[in-house]
C-alpha cells in the first residue's frame, strides 16, 4: 500500500521537475542554439540569408560536411570592429548607471512603503505597479511628449521661471535614464519593500537605545538586511537595461548607441544575421556573468546561516 501511495507522489515531483526543464529547453535552449548556429554561418543574399542551412530529412554526412563550413569570422570581425567595442561599453555604462539611479530613488520608496500603516501597504504597492497595466510603448511614447521641447516638463519649468529657453532633453542619453528608470523602477521598488517589510523593528529599537544615531541604524542594519533586495532589484534592472532597444530607440535616437540598437540594425537594415546572431550570444554571456555573481553571493549567504 506505501508503495502504491508513495507512486503518485513521486510522478509529482517528477512532473514539477519536468515541467520547468522542458519550458527551458523549448523556449531557451533550442533558441539559443539555432542562433548560436547562425553566429558561426556566412551571410549570403538568399532567404534565409545565411550559409549553411539545414533542412530536415538530409542525411546526418550532408550535415556534417555543411557544418564543417562553420566560422569563427563573425566573433573576429565583432572583436576588430570598435563599433560593436563601443556598444558594448556604452550599454555597460547606461545599464550601471541606471540601475544606481533606480537604487536610489526606490530605496526611499521601498522604505517608506515598508513603514507605512498595514491599511495603506495594498494601496501604495498597487499604485507602484500601476504603470504595467498601460501598454509599455503607450508609457515611452508619453515621455516623448513630456520630454520635447515643447513638452509638459518645459512648460511647466518654463511657469516656474526656473529657465527661460526650453531644455533639449529628448534624444539625448538623459532622456534614456529617465526612461529605463522610470520603466524599470517597479523592478527595484518590489524586491526592496519584500525584504525591508520583514526588517524586526525591535533591532532598530535596540541600536537606538545602544547609542546608534539614525544614519548607523540605517546603515549597519537596514543596509546589511536589505542586500538580498538590493542584489536581486539591481539584477532585474541591470539585465534588462543591458539589452534595452525601445527606449534608446525612441528616446536616444541616434544619439543612442546600445546593443540592442545594434542587434537590430544587423538583423533588418544591413540583414547581416550572422553578425546579430554573434552580437546577441555575447550579450548573452554577458548577461550570465551577473547572475552567476548574483547566485554565489546568495549560495554564500545560505551557507552561512545554515552554519
Same mark, same amino acid.
Given at each position: 500500500? !506505501?508503495? &502504491? =501511495?508513495?507512486?503518485?507522489?513521486?510522478?509529482?515531483? =517528477?512532473?514539477? /521537475?519536468?515541467?520547468?526543464?522542458?519550458?527551458?529547453? /523549448?523556449?531557451?535552449? *533550442?533558441?539559443?542554439?539555432?542562433?548560436?548556429?547562425?553566429? %558561426? !554561418?556566412?551571410? =549570403?543574399?538568399? @532567404?534565409?540569408?545565411?550559409?549553411?542551412?539545414?533542412?530536415?530529412?538530409?542525411?546526418?554526412?550532408?550535415?556534417?560536411?555543411?557544418?564543417?563550413?562553420?566560422? %569563427?569570422?563573425?566573433?573576429?570581425?565583432?572583436?576588430?570592429? #570598435?563599433?560593436?567595442?563601443?556598444?558594448?561599453?556604452? #550599454?555597460?555604462?547606461?545599464?550601471? @548607471?541606471?540601475?544606481?539611479?533606480?537604487?536610489?530613488?526606490?530605496?526611499?520608496?521601498?522604505?517608506?512603503?515598508?513603514?507605512?500603516?498595514?491599511?495603506?501597504?495594498?494601496?501604495?504597492?498597487?499604485?507602484?505597479?500601476?504603470?504595467?497595466?498601460?501598454?509599455?510603448?503607450?508609457?515611452?511614447? #508619453?515621455?516623448?511628449?513630456?520630454?520635447?521641447?515643447?513638452?509638459?516638463?518645459?512648460?511647466?519649468?518654463?511657469?516656474?521661471?526656473?529657465?527661460?529657453?526650453?531644455?533639449?532633453?529628448?534624444?539625448?542619453?538623459?532622456?534614456?535614464?529617465? &526612461?529605463?528608470?522610470?520603466?524599470?523602477?517597479?523592478?527595484?521598488?518590489?524586491?526592496?519593500?519584500?525584504?525591508?517589510?520583514?526588517?524586526?523593528?525591535?533591532?532598530?529599537?535596540?541600536?537606538?537605545?545602544?547609542?546608534?544615531?539614525?544614519?548607523?541604524?540605517?546603515?549597519? *542594519?537596514?543596509?546589511?538586511?536589505?542586500?538580498?533586495?538590493?542584489?536581486?532589484?539591481?539584477?532585474?534592472?541591470?539585465?534588462?537595461?543591458?539589452?534595452?532597444?525601445? @527606449?534608446?530607440?525612441?528616446? &536616444?535616437?541616434?544619439? =543612442? %548607441?546600445?546593443?540592442?540598437?545594434?542587434?537590430?540594425?544587423?538583423?533588418?537594415?544591413?540583414?547581416?544575421?550572422?553578425?546579430?546572431?554573434?552580437?546577441?550570444? %555575447?550579450?548573452?554571456?554577458?548577461?550570465?556573468?551577473?547572475?552567476? @555573481?548574483?547566485?554565489?553571493?546568495?549560495?554564500?549567504?545560505?551557507?552561512?546561516?545554515?552554519?
Amino acid at each position: 500500500m !506505501s508503495g &502504491g =501511495a508513495g507512486t503518485p507522489q513521486k510522478l509529482g515531483r =517528477a512532473l514539477a /521537475v519536468f515541467v520547468p526543464y522542458a519550458w527551458l529547453l /523549448v523556449l531557451f535552449l *533550442i533558441p539559443f542554439l539555432l542562433v548560436f548556429k547562425i553566429s %558561426l !554561418s556566412e551571410v =549570403a543574399l538568399k @532567404i534565409p540569408p545565411y550559409l549553411p542551412d539545414f533542412a530536415f530529412g538530409e542525411p546526418l554526412n550532408i550535415w556534417f560536411e555543411k557544418a564543417r563550413n562553420f566560422t %569563427l569570422e563573425n566573433y573576429r570581425w565583432i572583436a576588430g570592429d #570598435s563599433l560593436y567595442l563601443q556598444s558594448f561599453l556604452t #550599454s555597460l555604462r547606461v545599464a550601471a @548607471i541606471s540601475t544606481a539611479l533606480t537604487l536610489v530613488i526606490g530605496f526611499p520608496m521601498a522604505l517608506a512603503i515598508a513603514r507605512t500603516p498595514a491599511r495603506w501597504k495594498g494601496l501604495l504597492l498597487v499604485a507602484v505597479i500601476l504603470p504595467f497595466w498601460t501598454s509599455f510603448l503607450i508609457r515611452v511614447y #508619453s515621455l516623448i511628449g513630456i520630454l520635447k521641447r515643447e513638452g509638459l516638463l518645459n512648460q511647466f519649468l518654463l511657469w516656474l521661471g526656473v529657465i527661460d529657453d526650453p531644455l533639449t532633453i529628448g534624444g539625448t542619453q538623459i532622456a534614456v535614464y529617465i &526612461g529605463i528608470v522610470y520603466t524599470y523602477l517597479p523592478f527595484m521598488v518590489l524586491p526592496l519593500f519584500a525584504v525591508l517589510d520583514k526588517i524586526d523593528g525591535t533591532l532598530l529599537e535596540a541600536a537606538a537605545d545602544l547609542g546608534a544615531n539614525a544614519f548607523q541604524r540605517f546603515w549597519k *542594519i537596514i543596509i546589511p538586511l536589505a542586500m538580498p533586495g538590493i542584489i536581486a532589484g539591481s539584477m532585474l534592472v541591470f539585465i534588462p537595461a543591458l539589452g534595452e532597444f525601445v @527606449i534608446p530607440d525612441l528616446l &536616444g535616437g541616434k544619439n =543612442a %548607441l546600445m546593443l540592442g540598437k545594434t542587434i537590430w540594425q544587423e538583423f533588418f537594415n544591413n540583414r547581416d544575421w550572422p553578425v546579430a546572431s554573434a552580437v546577441a550570444i %555575447l550579450l548573452l554571456l554577458l548577461l550570465v556573468l551577473p547572475i552567476a @555573481i548574483f547566485q554565489n553571493a546568495q549560495f554564500r549567504a545560505d551557507q552561512r546561516e545554515r552554519g
